[in-house]
């Protein structure tokens, strides 16, 4: 340690080292970004989308349908899952869904030819490998899938990070950060030392240990962690050069997420205890709101702080994962309950509070993810128009009589007109961004941090001034990626719960930064709302990582993820309980 | 689950959103981030309230301000005083356009490296010469007024000065409204031309009348036009063209304006620029004006003669003369030749030409007149080295008080000076301005020699 310690001490005293610095690194870190960035995208963008096979449904006729997912849709429609395109089957004429046990139910859901289990009309029944199905007079049987078939597909499916393995890319980033925290130690002077060192540390030993854990169990897909911990070093780098004290704070919210983010993650492996947990959370989130309700205090102009001895914490950020259980539903249930007035009910709470509260940013994040979950559920444009309209209805009138409000309202897209005042954060903002130019100033130099909230609200041009342009595109593009890789995946999801509760993850986080980058620069008025990963706070930090749970509980890539239990497992399990 | 896997692309718009928009913001960040950068209170480029530019130089190499640490300024208070209109004062009364137009290329803000290099001090050359300028400050001897000089071969502004002016060291306490002391006069003023608005007339009337030029007037002292009188100060009896121009007699100019009529004038006018706002060095003239809209014939003949509504901005007035001067077009008038930072120069001013403002036979003939009114009304004793074509105008702006104009340049390839001197409430425009107009000339002559 002391040994490092000298090194710091005679390089910073340097000043050759510090040019060589300037003109190499300032350059090297975006250009390494981008590989990283590349990486993961290539990864998470462009795997190939092998579809897991169940089962197979064989019908009279011999034909052998493969059952790809654990929800399917049977019926005459060319998108159902299985597609039975017979005069007498309904266009959705049944639920097929596999168990976390491995055994299967049909499910009527409300066809005109009914359905039947060995010749028995049911509405809703366990079906065994064998059974007799009949939908509207046609016959079929599910049909085991056979263990040289289950062994001939898991070898033919492609494994995750194959080609461009993660720990390649981990490697590159644990370099990343390094230059980073040359960046900081260089020019912030010898004073913050000891606290980059240790928060830098801190990251590398926690990216390592997730990963090497997950290469353990056999889990080979570190992509999506790898944007996480790439959005938290610039975020690390944020706090740094702005608030040094804050580092350790940073680094344990950091803990804690990672913590949420494997017992979520764990938790969503299987779907029935998803689903129950999913009721538990539910109310959680309501006392959550209503205890921040009840005891919030005001903090930079909003009420959406609670203090617990001496911490400052928003729960808020907490109910986010909340609002994604309760929104999230399986097949079975979005085909035979088609009405949505409970979860708008819900949806209606939530943004209430906030607007109480006066959150409106986090109000409009809320609505948005709800927007997405209503969308994925109903499949109806009209009802997401009807509800922009109504909430676009009632924002016109706040606006027009909430002076807070009015203010924020007022100012936008007239930033220079009053760069002392109202303008102020954000004419300085955009100054300082440009002065950073595409490689930036180097992180420590710049001169936005002593501007309120420049690491949480002006993350985006604090980047842009200390890490260059470069980075901070980076930044919003390896969010983005995330967002991508959630609805490429969705085509061999497992389960609506699972594809449902990632879009709306990605949802949340996606108008984050929109909100986030957008205030910033003036494209939106200014909403204080966090940056994922980046902005420096410990509710956001912790609830960010609880929603990339549900983006690792998407990704079916083979052997990808800790929260996906490997199909073979399942199948092993599934065996057992035919047997 | 293949319709909510279809479902998602609708989530997917969200990332659109978001890509979209940070596409635009880089778009953005290319055409605006260096006026970002030096917008005033830029952190990375000012220092106590005022951009770190640099140094500011005049065309003979005299340092005029040094931006570092809170403004120095030239240590001469003439010289001060002389140049405050171009250099801004440090209160922000006088803002400093110049300064804030080359901003970013004086500070080494690029793109690319951001403020990175910017450690070396810029150095801005203007074109004007503060001697000069102070020659015509004191020339015009606190009146409320403007002079303007260029070089209408090259486009070289030598004398744009402002008065009343004030010492940036040593400000007023107090100032008085109605001074306009913080207003750019030359640029940013503008003016009832007076009978030097003749020459537009004449030029009109030489592109309209074939017979213009051998005509025969008579002027009786005064006209009716439209049931309202047009008088001149006295009957100026028969005239001929030159001889109009040269005594400015209003009779004659009104029927020419008359005769004319109001659609010629107008494209006139246009054509040599009084209507537009010139836009150069990070300055923007005041537009004139000149709208005959609903005017009778009597409001026609007015607006000939340079009264009616017509307003004029010295800086374009003095173009219209550089044109003139040169046989129909000229160099476009600049204020900066070159900026330079950290030793490599970042800009260089280059010559380019107006259009053709008038044709290249009136322009002759109006170079004829304008200096027949020199030998003949101004006396060529206020020019004593050089052969000066000029026109005057004492217009009335109402109240009784005259503003005194007169417009001219200099004959000679050797000096070829495009001028315009401005006097307000300053009596008959003549024998204010023309003793005002010799003076600095011959200053600039003097320096021109120097220059060789």
Not at chain 1, 74 to 99: E, M, Q
Not at chain 1, 390 to 406: C, K
Request: hydrophobic content about 45%.
């Amino acid at each position: 340690m002391e040994a490092v310690l000298e090194f710091f001490t005679d390089a910073t005293g340097s000043a050759s080292f510090l040019s060589i610095y300037s003109s190499v690194l300032r350059v090297a870190m975006p250009v390494l970004a981008l590989f990283i960035v590349l990486r993961c995208a290539k990864s998470l963008l462009g795997f190939r989308r092998e579809p897991e096979i169940w089962a197979w449904m064989r019908l009279a006729t011999g034909e052998l349908i493969p059952v790809t997912h654990w929800e399917n849709v049977l019926g005459r429609k060319k998108s159902a899952d299985i597609v039975l395109d017979f005069a007498t089957v309904s266009k959705s004429h049944a639920v097929l869904t596999r168990h976390d046990d491995g055994s299967w139910t049909i499910r009527d859901v409300g066809a005109r030819g009914h359905v039947q289990v060995n010749g028995r009309q049911v509405i809703e029944t366990k079906v065994n490998y064998g059974d007799t199905l009949s939908l509207g007079g046609l016959e079929m049987t599910l049909e085991p899938i056979s263990n040289e078939e289950a062994l001939l597909q898991n070898l033919g499916r492609t494994k995750a990070g194959k080609g461009n393995s993660p720990g390649m890319t981990l490697v590159l980033l644990t370099l990343f950060q390094g230059m980073a925290l040359l960046a900081l130690s260089f020019n912030m002077g010898q004073e913050h030392l000891m606290q980059f060192l240790m928060a830098f540390g801190e990251l590398a030993a926690l990216e390592w240990l997730l990963f090497i854990g997950q290469k353990i169990i056999r889990r080979s897909g570190f992509e999506l962690e790898t944007v996480a911990f790439f959005l938290m070093t610039i975020g690390l780098c944020v706090t740094g050069t702005s608030a040094p004290g804050e580092l350790q704070k940073q680094m344990i919210a950091a803990c804690m997420g990672v913590a949420l983010f494997l017992t979520i993650g764990l938790c969503l492996r299987s779907l029935d205890t998803a689903k129950k947990v999913r009721y538990v959370a539910a109310v959680f989130g309501v006392l959550l709101l209503l205890v921040n309700l009840v005891f919030g205090k005001e903090l930079y102009g909003a009420k959406n702080w609670i203090m617990i001895g001496g911490f400052s914490f928003q729960p808020s950020e907490l109910v986010k994962i909340c609002f994604i259980f309760a929104g999230a539903s399986t097949m079975e249930r979005i085909v035979t309950k088609r009405n949505l007035i409970l979860f708008i009910i819900y949806a209606g709470f939530v943004c209430a509070c906030l607007a109480v509260m006066r959150d409106f940013g986090t109000a409009l994040i809320f609505f948005s993810c709800f927007l997405v979950i209503a969308y994925l559920r109903s499949g109806s444009y009209a009802t997401i128009a009807l509800m922009v309209a109504v909430v676009g209805f009632g924002a016109v009138l706040a606006i027009r009589f909430f002076p807070y409000i009015t203010a924020r309202f007022s100012n936008w897209g007239h930033i220079w007109e009053d760069p002392l005042g109202k303008g102020y954060q954000q004419t300085k903002a955009l100054m300082c961004a440009a002065a950073g130019g595409l490689f930036g100033l180097g992180f420590g130099n710049g001169w936005l941090k002593y501007v309120a909230a420049a690491n949480t609200d002006l993350v985006f041009a604090l980047t842009c001034e200390e890490g260059g342009l470069i980075l901070a595109v980076l930044m919003v593009a390896a969010l983005a990626v995330l967002g991508m890789f959630v609805v490429r995946s969705a085509k061999v999801g497992r389960s609506s719960f699972y594809t449902i509760s990632a879009c709306a993850a990605m949802s949340i986080m996606t108008v984050q930064a929109i909100l986030n980058v957008f205030g910033t620069v003036d494209f939106l008025p200014l909403t204080g709302v966090t940056f994922p990963f980046v902005s420096n706070g410990g509710s956001s930090m912790i609830a960010s990582w609880g929603l990339l749970a549900f983006l690792k509980a998407c990704d079916t890539r083979q052997n990808a993820s800790f929260a996906v239990k490997l199909s073979s497992k399942q199948r092993k399990r599934g065996k057992e309980a035919a047997a | 689950m293949n319709d909510i896997s279809k479902r998602t692309y609708f989530a997917l718009a969200l990332a659109g959103i978001l890509l979209f928009g940070i596409a635009a913001f880089v778009v953005r960040f290319f055409l605006y981030s260096d006026r970002w950068v030096t917008f005033s209170g830029s952190p990375h480029v000012y220092s106590s309230g005022n951009l770190n530019t640099g140094v500011v130089y005049d065309r003979s190499g005299l340092q005029l301000l040094d931006t570092e640490d809170g403004r120095t300024y030239a240590a001469d208070s003439s010289t001060r005083r002389a140049t405050v209109h171009l250099l801004g004062d440090r209160e922000g009364n006088i803002p400093s356009q110049i300064l804030s137009h080359y901003a970013s290329t004086l500070v080494g803000y690029d793109k690319l490296s951001g403020t990175n290099h910017s450690s070396g001090t810029g150095e801005l050359r203007l074109t004007v010469s503060a001697q000069v300028q102070a020659i015509a400050l004191q020339a015009l001897n606190g009146q409320k007024g403007t002079v303007g000089v260029y070089n209408y071969k090259t486009g070289e502004i030598l004398c744009a000065v402002s008065s009343p002016s004030m010492d940036p060291d040593n400000p007023p306490q107090t100032v008085d409204d109605a001074s306009g002391l913080y207003v750019y006069r030359m640029f940013h003023a503008s003016y009832t031309p007076g009978s030097i608005y003749k020459l537009v007339t004449a030029q009109a009337a030489m592109e309209t009348i074939s017979d213009i030029e051998t005509r025969a007037f008579t002027c009786t002292g005064s006209t009716v036009i439209n049931g309202e009188t047009i008088t001149c100060p006295k009957a100026h009896g028969q005239l001929d063209f030159k001889q109009a121009l040269a005594s400015s007699c209003n009779c004659t100019f009104a029927h020419i304006a008359l005769e004319v009529g109001a659609r010629k004038l107008s494209e006139v006018s246009e054509r040599i620029g009084v209507t537009d706002s010139f836009e150069f060095d990070g300055l923007y003239t005041k537009a004139g004006q000149f709208d005959l809209s609903g005017a009778d014939d009597n409001a026609l003949a007015w607006a000939g003669v340079g009264q009616y509504t017509d307003l004029v901005n010295p800086f374009q007035f003095m173009r219209y003369m550089g044109a003139v001067a040169n046989g129909g077009s000229a160099a476009e008038p600049y204020l900066v030749a070159q900026a330079v930072n950290n030793g490599s120069v970042k800009y260089r001013a280059h010559t380019a030409m107006t259009g053709e403002l008038i044709d290249e036979r009136s322009a002759a003939k109006l170079q004829q007149m304008m200096r027949y009114n020199v030998e003949a009304i101004y006396g060529t004793w206020n020019f004593p080295d050089v052969q000066v074509c000029a026109k005057s105008g004492t217009a009335e702006t109402g109240g009784g008080s005259n503003t005194a104009t007169f417009a001219g340049f200099v004959l000679d390839s050797s000096y070829p000076l495009a001028f315009i001197v401005v006097v307000e409430e300053g009596g008959a425009g003549s024998s204010t301005c023309a003793p005002i107009a010799g003076t600095v000339l011959q200053a600039c002559i003097n320096l021109m020699d120097g220059e060789r």
